[in-house]
């Protein structure tokens, strides 16, 4: 009775508009032999327990999905993350991966960028071009995108403490480009928080950087609406060794800290809350990561329903990005993670994400090289087109298994963010070592297990062969630095320094007013002001943490 | 079970690189084989993690880098040591190492290089050599 109802309500309103919108890939889903595969399954009967915990896609709480059709209608996007060396040479990785149909942009910068020392400074050596790409000034973010019109891609930039500074470097290519700010897709990660305790490229001190981040949230919901502010991030969480509850635990923790620091600064709810975005981990134990992310959709949408009582769908929606784990890579018998990093895909797609990127085989050993990101790129391609998985929605749904352990991560994770919150909340967690603690005692354990033979990694503890074939692998000439240093110089030595003084000093005179940040780093970079500069002004006026 | 008298270690993190599970599993695990250990947090220069393993008296230094940046680092710790007039102390290192790189970085004085997959019961034997002959 109730089934036919609410059934019959949500193909009438939520899936009907959307295909309206959106129209389905293919006008008939069909395996061979011509059966039809379900939109979307659903027990017999349909009680309140069922409406109340899974509910149908696309509506509260979520837990079956975001969208009412997903892949059905979009296969999530496919986003490499690549970055290494000079602009030059990462434009042309760029280009070679929307070439083999990549369908978004990720940037890695590099450490020095990350952490918003220019390529010259005593801090940098070494480290210049290794991990990402070097960006010091705009004229290096000019190179990176060049030839790729920033209005039909979406770009994602994996950048923390200086987002601001690269965000602005962005908005003013496109400018440059002919694209206005109202035009740009994509997601800064923008997530200090887990820099704290488990990633490690924090520059300022928990309470500027939160105001920074609040800056960021105002400023691009009036100027860049359709650019996501954030990617809470639990995917480096779980590389620091937490557990799958902790992941979520910690990430959600952290998502309410930004939005409470939001709210106290006076921001509506609902202006920015949409554009709110998360990152999780994708790692091997299949069953559990597809929970994990169905649990981790219910938590979010109540916690925003019940605590912070919007009635917005989109402001209740966890929309993420997923990577396959990293720490999971063997240096041993690399070919054996193509396989390892199509099971973690396959964890993604089946828990609902909407992006992904898949890890290369020989990460374990550096950074990847072309055919071995093109291997990645086809795995997900594999999933999409051949594995079948895209054309119903949420399919392990219902399953016992499934749905107790969704249950039970739900639970896990709300339980430890109920001890953070009682403990003072995030950053006092973080300040009192409580959340290292956390991840650290969970890592410890693990490797411990790894280290008995209790847990088995093939290839590493079991099943080990003699390898005399070392793969070729992707090295960045250490000539980068220095070629990358006399770019800055030059660089340098050709603005106008009174210009470059004074927006400078109006950076400095808003950063100790408490105004918003954006327009004084915007108008900085356009004077070819480096990164390092910028940061140098705000580490003066802020401090840093240690 | 426990190394007598305590041999103390200094671990550390050169450069910009934050990733310090692996530092952090290796110091606790050296810690639980009876070492004493000095753990230096992330982002420290050479000339800073040369400095502490002079004060604090240590007999060795493992270093951690998983960012590629170790054929710069690692020697420039050995040579801060010498600076500081502490090259009897040995420096040992692992992280994201391509096999290739072992034999540069042994050659620029750093006795040991333990690649990913390593057994920790291998790397703490080694602690435990150097530590003796220190």
Same mark, same amino acid.
């Given at each position: 009775m109730s089934k036919n109802n609410?059934? *019959?309500?949500?193909?009438?309103?939520?899936?009907? +508009? %959307?295909?309206? +919108?959106? /129209? =389905?890939?293919?006008?008939?889903?069909? @395996?061979?032999?011509?059966?039809?595969? /379900? #939109?979307?399954?659903?027990?017999?009967?349909?009680?309140?327990?069922?409406?109340? @915990?899974?509910?149908?896609?696309?509506?509260?709480?979520? *837990?079956?999905? $975001?969208?009412? *059709?997903?892949?059905?209608?979009?296969?999530?996007? &496919?986003?490499?993350?690549?970055?290494? %060396?000079?602009?030059?040479?990462t434009n042309q990785r760029f280009r070679y991966l929307l070439d083999q149909g990549t369908t978004g942009l990720s940037v890695a910068f590099d450490l020095p960028t990350q952490i918003g020392y220019d390529s010259d400074d005593a801090m940098a050596i070494g480290e210049v071009g290794k991990v990402g790409v070097a960006i010091d000034t705009l004229a290096d973010m000019e190179t990176l995108f060049e030839g790729i019109p920033l209005d039909q891609v979406s770009t994602s930039m994996t950048i923390n403490s200086p987002a601001a500074v690269l965000l602005a470097m962005y908005i003013v290519v496109a400018e440059k480009q002919g694209v206005p700010p109202e035009k740009l897709r994509g997601t800064i990660q923008n997530d200090i928080l887990k820099e704290y305790v488990a990633r490690g490229t924090y520059i300022f001190p928990p309470t500027p950087s939160l105001k920074i981040i609040t800056d960021i949230f105002q400023w691009c919901g009036t100027n860049t609406p359709a650019f996501n502010t954030i990617s809470i991030s639990g995917y480096h969480i779980r590389e620091a060794g937490s557990t799958a509850a902790q992941e979520i635990a910690l990430t959600l923790a952290n998502g309410i800290t930004y939005i409470q620091s939001a709210l106290a600064a006076g921001l509506e709810l609902d202006a920015f809350a949409g554009r709110l975005t998360f990152f999780f981990n994708a790692s091997t134990d299949l069953l559990e990561e597809v929970a994990k992310f169905r649990a981790a959709r219910r938590l979010w949408a109540r916690i925003m329903k019940d605590r912070f009582h919007t009635e917005k769908e989109s402001s209740m929606m966890l929309k993420f990005h997923t990577q396959t784990a990293g720490n999971t890579l063997t240096a041993q018998q690399i070919d054996n993670n193509i396989v390892r990093v199509t099971i973690q895909a396959l964890a993604a797609v089946l828990g609902g994400t909407q992006s992904l990127h898949t890890n290369s085989r020989d990460e374990a050993l550096s950074l990847p090289t072309e055919d071995s990101v093109r291997t990645a790129l086809r795995t997900q391609q594999?999933?999409?087109?051949?594995?079948?998985?895209?054309?119903?929605?949420? /399919?392990?749904?219902?399953?016992?298994?499934?749905?107790?352990?969704?249950? #039970?991560i739900e639970n896990q994770a709300a339980d430890l &963010?109920?001890?953070?919150?009682?403990?003072?909340?995030? $950053?006092?967690?973080?300040?009192?070592?409580?959340?290292?603690? =956390?991840?650290?005692?969970?890592?410890?354990?693990?490797?411990?297990?790894?280290?008995?033979? =209790? +847990?088995?990694? $093939? !290839?590493?503890? +079991?099943?080990?062969? =003699?390898?005399? @074939?070392? /793969?070729?692998?992707?090295?960045?000439?250490?000539?980068?630095?220095?070629?990358?240093?006399?770019?800055? *110089?030059?660089i340098k030595n050709n603005r106008d320094s009174q210009s470059v003084n004074?927006?400078?000093? #109006?950076?400095?005179?808003?950063?100790?007013? !408490? $105004?918003?940040? &954006?327009?004084?780093i915007i108008d900085s970079v356009k004077e070819y002001i480096s990164l390092g500069e910028i940061c140098s002004v705000l580490r003066q006026v802020y401090g840093e943490y240690r | 079970m426990t190394t007598t008298p305590t041999c103390r270690v200094l671990i550390a993190k050169p450069g910009l690189d934050g990733h310090d599970r692996g530092a952090k599993f290796i110091a606790r695990a050296l810690r639980d084989a009876g070492f004493e250990v000095i753990y230096t947090g992330i982002r420290r220069t050479p000339d800073e993690i040369a400095a502490a393993a002079v004060q604090e008296d240590v007999a060795a230094v493992g270093l951690s880098s998983l960012s590629g940046a170790h054929l710069r680092l690692f020697p420039a710790v050995v040579e801060a040591l010498k600076i500081r007039g502490a090259a009897d102390i040995p420096v040992l290192g692992g992280g994201v190492i391509p096999e290739e790189d072992v034999q540069l970085l042994k050659e620029a004085g750093i006795v040991a290089i333990f690649t990913p997959g390593t057994p920790v019961d291998q790397i703490i034997a080694a602690f435990r050599t150097h530590c003796e002959h220190h």
């Open positions: 609410d059934f *019959t309500q949500w193909q009438d309103n939520q899936l009907a +508009r %959307s295909i309206k +919108r959106f /129209p =389905e890939r293919k006008g008939k889903f069909t @395996n061979h032999g011509g059966d039809e595969v /379900p #939109r979307l399954a659903v027990p017999p009967d349909l009680d309140r327990e069922y409406l109340d @915990n899974l509910g149908f896609p696309g509506c509260y709480p979520f *837990t079956r999905g $975001v969208q009412p *059709t997903m892949y059905r209608g979009r296969l999530w996007t &496919m986003r490499q993350y690549a970055g290494f %060396s000079t602009a030059a040479e594999i999933i999409a087109h051949e594995s079948g998985v895209t054309d119903t929605v949420d /399919p392990l749904a219902g399953s016992y298994f499934i749905e107790q352990l969704t249950d #039970r &963010m109920g001890k953070i919150e009682d403990a003072g909340g995030v $950053v006092a967690c973080i300040e009192s070592g409580f959340i290292q603690r =956390e991840i650290e005692a969970a890592a410890y354990e693990y490797q411990q297990e790894i280290e008995r033979g =209790e +847990r088995v990694i $093939v !290839g590493v503890n +079991r099943f080990q062969v =003699e390898e005399n @074939n070392r /793969p070729t692998l992707l090295r960045v000439d250490p000539a980068v630095e220095k070629q990358q240093i006399n770019r800055l *110089t030059g004074a927006r400078l000093t #109006r950076l400095e005179n808003d950063a100790r007013q !408490g $105004v918003n940040l &954006m327009p004084a | -």
